[in-house]
Nanobody, 119 residues
Framework: QVQLVESGGGLVQPGGSLRLSCAAS????????MGWYRQAPGKERELVAT???????NYADSVKGRFTISRDNAKKALYLQMNSLKPEDTAVYYC?????????????WGKGTAVTVSS
C-alpha cells in the first residue's frame, strides 16, 4: 500500500518561510507527476504547484515567485519551499503523486499538513 506523509507545517508570521516535505513509501516502482495542493477553510482544494518526473514545474499565479517545488526521486520525496508567506496562504497543504506500483498506477494523496500565517 502506498503512503504519502506530509510534514513541516506550522504557525508562521507574515513574511516568514516554511518548507514542507512529503515522503512516499510502499511498493513503488516510480513516482510520476507530483504536486502540492491546498484547501483553506470554507474553500475548495486548489493547485499550488506541480512537478514532472524530469523536473518541469507549474505554479498557481498566487504563489509564483514565492514558492518553489522540488523533488528527490532517489528519496521518493517532494518539497515545497514557501517564502514571503501571506495570511491568505493559510490552508491545509496536501501532497499528491501519480504512483506507479507493481500492479497498478494510483493517484495518491497525503492527509495534509496545516499552515497558518498570522501575526
Amino acid at each position: 500500500q502506498v503512503q504519502l506523509v506530509e510534514s513541516g507545517g506550522g504557525l508562521v508570521q507574515p513574511g516568514g518561510s516554511l518548507r514542507l516535505s512529503c515522503a512516499a513509501s510502499g511498493r513503488i516502482l516510480r513516482l510520476n507527476d507530483m504536486g502540492w495542493y491546498r484547501q483553506a477553510p470554507g474553500k475548495e482544494r486548489e493547485l499550488v504547484a506541480t512537478i514532472t518526473v524530469i523536473g518541469s514545474t507549474n505554479y498557481a499565479d498566487s504563489v509564483k515567485g514565492r514558492f518553489t517545488i522540488s523533488r528527490d526521486n532517489a528519496k521518493k520525496a517532494l518539497y515545497l519551499q514557501m517564502n514571503s508567506l501571506k495570511p491568505e496562504d493559510t490552508a491545509v497543504y496536501y501532497c499528491n503523486a501519480i504512483v506507479v506500483g507493481y500492479r497498478e498506477t494510483v493517484d495518491a494523496w497525503g492527509k495534509g499538513t496545516a499552515v497558518t500565517v498570522s501575526s
